[in-house]
């Protein structure tokens, strides 16, 4: 069903709740793991994949703790990084490479930004073909 299954990750508190409940989905459905994360710095903006800046390196640094968790559970999982504005990015990653599900932990709401901009994961899951999951962390 979920053969493969992209994992979107920021880097803060908020992703461990997506993880945990992937891991499981994962298992179960056999399936392989793909985490992203966006690179939204200055840098990262700027230069894209020739950015070179402390983000970059701590975001490079996370993904590879967070691939071999998967590893070390028995999941296959792969970690790539991207960079510009999340939303953007993971739609193109998801039409680009194409995935069966989407997974993302959402922050709650900020209100104004969100009534402005619109999140993340509300603009991702209205530009994408596939299922998402949202799943609010505590």
């Given at each position: 069903?979920?053969?493969?299954?992209?994992?979107?990750?920021?880097?803060?508190?908020?992703?461990?709740?997506i993880?945990?409940?992937?891991?499981?989905?994962?298992?179960?459905?056999?399936?392989?793991?793909?985490?992203l994360?966006?690179?939204?710095?200055?840098?990262?903006?700027?230069?894209?994949?020739?950015?070179?800046?402390?983000?970059?390196?701590?975001?490079?640094?996370?993904?590879?703790?967070?691939?071999?968790?998967?590893?070390?559970?028995?999941?296959?999982?792969?970690?790539?990084?991207?960079y510009?504005?999340?939303?953007?990015?993971?739609?193109?990653?998801?039409?680009?490479?194409?995935?069966?599900?989407?997974?993302?932990?959402?922050?709650?709401?900020?209100?104004?930004?969100?009534?402005?901009?619109?999140?993340?994961?509300?603009?991702?899951?209205?530009?994408?073909?596939?299922?998402?999951?949202?799943?609010?962390?505590?």
């Amino acid at each position: 069903m979920y053969k493969t299954i992209l994992v979107t990750v920021d880097g803060t508190p908020t992703d461990r709740a997506i993880i945990d409940h992937v891991k499981q989905l994962a298992k179960l459905a056999h399936g392989r793991v793909v985490l992203l994360h966006v690179a939204d710095g200055w840098a990262a903006r700027t230069y894209g994949g020739d950015a070179v800046s402390r983000e970059i390196a701590e975001d490079t640094d996370y993904l590879k703790k967070v691939r071999s968790e998967f590893e070390a559970s028995g999941i296959s999982a792969d970690a790539e990084l991207a960079y510009g504005d999340p939303a953007k990015e993971i739609i193109r990653w998801v039409k680009q490479k194409g995935c069966d599900l989407v997974a993302m932990s959402t922050h709650g709401h900020r209100f104004f930004a969100d009534l402005f901009l619109g999140t993340t994961a509300s603009r991702v899951q209205h530009n994408v073909s596939v299922p998402v999951l949202l799943l609010r962390a505590k």
